[in-house]
């Protein structure tokens, strides 16, 4: 069985990540992208899906021991595990070196005292476990070739196959050193050129250390700051400058349940509010690449905006079913692609054009496209904006007119209003100030339930959505607004958990609720951080802080985080990990520095 999902380390290339548990098993690979076909599917099956483990024996009758300790290298994704046996210590180094030809994952055995029997346990199977490769030898070297794909193995250590499996048995004593390389190829291409793993651990680490110069943030919270804008960076595929949501697809957000997503893709709203807090803290080159890759993807059909594309701009992500994986857990069904790709949701348009509009604030060279397609993006709202939509949720149940969507719309004009009036794109200034006008007046008259002194999720509805809680965030209303703390307090009655955490939505259980799916899900990490944002812009920032010191201390013992906090069962939910999760994290981070709200 998979580990929890907090037993896990992210590692990768900026082009894909492989998941290593606590025990040294990588259970969760793609190769060659985030959204190719895993290699290593245990995470939502068992091990006939494909894992690596590599560490110390044991018997075959009992678990695989978890690491003893595992840290980051200073501030990279150079992973290190070390093992405390009775034979002695033993470190593993895994890291996945940013690619210069084919994608490689490395792992380096080092003895640290003593004698350690260690073994290597291999066993790939292709196309999401479902292709059991051929494993053979050619000239030296071992390869599992099916279909399209070849995946090269290399080590010194002596290897055996025995049961489809490939396996090393070995020992290392103090200082000595044996490395495991895995490098995927095109099956009809050559074999990839040998690995270099000392000269590759060296550049990895270079790269990162160098990267991690240019954060601009030097607050009190740093180390969570600078680890999410790690993680940040290895969710962007660097050919093209996407982000994907999360490098995994199908981790549940209600175990058991049905509620597994494939977020290995782009979405527009979590891409523009990654370049925010990017460019807040001083990356300007990722900004840059952004920008490059949504005009790519919008370009020439910017009135049929796409909520979600693939990480080159592909706009096809047909959604299926792979009912020969269990999934997580026994969280089925177990998706590949995401139907919801070609939904309405109106907000889309309003967080793009706030991010263009971040970008054009701080610097970032005029794209002159930028501002036509900014342009293009309010022409359509002022045909759309007034329809209703499936919202920020991506609720299957029936459209609505979402409370945020309209907000959202009405930021879109905003912004554009303002790239007009800094004298850089001409458009009608005095029309579209009418229009922003006409959408603030109506979501303030039927968004608002003055009875209860709250915004609610829709019109003419009861329920509440954390999503409200960017009102003042955007600056639809100031803070101080008897409106803005209503909700704000509303929220935090209907929609905490016992533990103070904010949920999305109600949610129904067995019954279908108003995202059209059946049972219930935990609390929503970036929904708990925009509270502590707004408890500090209403002036309650004692309070802010306490809830966010709360929310790191969530993360798991690397700094990563899910999409969500299951506060019944006390673990994190979710696909893992999560941008959408370390986004809000690192901006409630600035607030309450530049407020000065933390303790020490």
Request: glycine share 8%.
């Amino acid at each position: 069985m998979a580990g929890r999902i907090e037993d896990y380390a992210l590692i990768g290339d900026m082009q894909t990540a492989a998941l290593v548990c606590r025990d040294g098993t990588v259970d969760w690979l793609c190769l060659p992208r985030f959204d190719s076909h895993s290699i290593f599917a245990g995470l939502l099956g068992t091990e006939e899906h494909g894992f690596w483990r590599l560490g110390p024996a044991h018997a075959e009758d009992a678990e695989p021991p978890a690491a003893t300790r595992r840290r980051y290298r200073g501030d990279s994704l150079i992973l290190e595990s070390e093992w405390d046996t009775n034979r002695g210590t033993v470190r593993v180094t895994d890291f996945m070196p940013p690619r210069d030809g084919a994608p490689q994952l490395i792992r380096i055995v080092e003895g640290v005292s003593g004698r350690v029997p260690m073994r290597s346990t291999l066993r790939m199977r292709f196309s999401y476990g479902r292709v059991v490769p051929w494993v053979h030898r050619h000239e030296g070297r071992t390869v599992a070739v099916a279909g399209p794909d070849s995946v090269w193995f290399d080590t010194t250590a002596d290897t055996y196959g025995e049961e489809l499996t490939t396996y090393s048995d070995f020992t290392v004593a103090p200082g000595e050193r044996v490395a495991f390389t895995i490098s995927w190829e095109p099956s009809h291409k050559q074999p990839p050129a040998l690995p270099e793993p000392e000269q590759s651990l060296e550049a990895t680490e270079d790269f990162w250390r160098e990267w991690v110069e240019h954060c601009t943030y030097h607050g009190p919270y740093r180390e969570a700051v600078v680890r999410s804008l790690i993680t940040l960076k290895a969710l962007t595929y660097a050919p093209t400058g996407g982000i994907v949501a999360a490098p995994t697809t199908s981790l549940p957000e209600d175990i058991g349940g049905v509620r597994n997503w494939d977020y290995r893709y782009t979405w527009l709203r979590d891409a523009a509010i990654t370049l925010s807090s990017l460019l807040r803290t001083g990356y300007r080159e990722e900004a840059r690449a952004w920008r490059e890759w949504l005009l790519r993807a919008v370009a020439g059909d910017p009135e049929n905006l796409q909520i979600m594309y693939g990480i080159a701009g592909e706009r096809e992500l047909g959604e299926a079913e792979l009912d020969w994986l269990p999934g997580y857990e026994n969280s089925a069904p177990v998706r590949v692609g995401n139907g919801a790709a070609h939904q309405l949701q109106l907000d889309v348009y309003g967080e793009v054009t706030e991010a263009l509009h971040l970008a054009h604030m701080t610097g970032l060279a005029r794209n002159d496209y930028a501002s036509l397609l900014q342009l293009k993006l309010i022409r359509y709202l002022e045909k759309h904006w007034q329809e209703p939509d499936e919202g920020i949720w991506e609720v299957r149940g029936p459209r609505r007119h979402f409370v945020h969507s309209k907000v959202m719309a009405w930021v879109a004009v905003d912004r554009t209003i303002k790239l007009i009036e800094s004298g850089d794109a001409d458009g009608p200034l005095e029309e579209w100030k009418q229009l922003r006008d006409d959408i603030h007046r109506d979501v303030c008259e039927k968004g608002y339930d003055k009875e209860r002194n709250t915004f609610t999720q829709s019109y003419g509805s009861k329920e509440l959505d954390a999503a409200l809680l960017l009102i003042p965030q955007v600056g639809f209303l100031p803070p101080d607004d008897k409106r803005v703390i209503g909700t704000v307090e509303a929220i935090q009655r209907e929609l905490s958990t016992s533990d103070g955490f904010i949920l999305r939505y109600p949610t129904e259980g067995v019954d279908e609720g108003v995202d059209g799916l059946p049972g219930d899900e935990g609390a929503f990490l970036a929904c708990s951080f925009w509270m502590a944002d707004d408890l500090a812009m209403i002036g309650r920032v004692d309070e802010a802080r306490k809830l966010f010191e709360k929310l790191l201390s969530l993360r798991n013992d690397l700094g990563l985080l899910a999409e969500e906090w299951d506060p019944q069962n006390q673990r994190q939910v979710g696909n893992f990990p999560q941008a959408f999760s370390h986004v809000p994290l690192i901006d409630t981070a600035l607030r309450l520095t530049a407020s000065g709200a933390y303790g020490g």
